[in-house]
């Protein structure tokens, strides 16, 4: 797996074997970056980072700051090491732990973001909550959208609280969902 753009285009990221993460593939990364353009002068959120590799393609396009939030251990290591190795650990804050209580602490913080990825586990049931808490905890900005990668066989909800679906993608087995606010900015 490898950066498929931007100043780290072509480097390598690292994934521990028998990870029961899915890193997202480069022909969605590629995709997700021709349709959303360049990252904005803002902090993105890669929720379920797993890798990080979403995250990383903000940062190699030019995001200022990346904040990644993943509980595994071993998703971590990997994750850390990937940072580490391609010199973005000034530009990266990670979060170890569950990303529900990840947002609250973000929004006790003031932490606002216009990108938030989110790649959770296909069968865990745990996007709807997710998109709830995102809804909900004023983490997100003016314009803000939300980027949910999910099993064409599992589609998210067309609507989640304040968060409508603005467009859904097919890459193969892969969707890709695009929500925005639909009322309540912040």
Same mark, same amino acid.
């Given at each position: ?10 480097? !390598? ?57 993943? !509980? ?31 947002? !609250?602490?973000?929004? +006790? ?12 586990? *296909? ?17 997100? +900005? ?23 679906? +603005?467009?859904?993608?097919? *890459? ?15």
């Amino acid at each position: 797996m490898r950066v498929t753009g931007g100043h780290d285009r072509g480097r !390598k990221l690292r994934a521990p074997r028998g990870l029961s993460t899915r890193p997202t593939s480069a022909k969605v990364r590629e995709a997700l970056f021709n349709i959303l353009g360049l990252p904005p002068d803002a902090p993105v959120l890669d929720l379920y980072a797993g890798t990080g590799a979403l995250g990383i393609e903000c940062l190699s396009r030019g995001a200022p700051h990346a904040i990644f939030v993943e !509980k595994d251990g071993r998703a971590l290591a990997a994750l850390h090491r990937n940072l580490k190795e391609l010199a973005l650990e000034d530009r990266a804050t990670v979060v170890g732990r569950d990303v529900r209580a990840a947002i !609250k602490q973000l929004a +006790a913080a003031g932490q606002r973001f216009v990108w938030v990825f989110a790649d959770p586990p *296909y069968a865990a049931g745990e996007l709807e909550g997710t998109l709830g808490a995102l809804g909900g905890a004023g983490v997100l +900005a003016r314009g803000a959208v939300i980027i949910v990668e999910h099993d064409k066989r599992h589609e998210p909800p067309s609507a989640s609280g304040d968060l409508q679906l +603005a467009d859904r993608r097919y *890459y193969g087995d892969t969707g890709v969902s695009f929500y925005r606010l639909s009322t309540g900015l912040t």
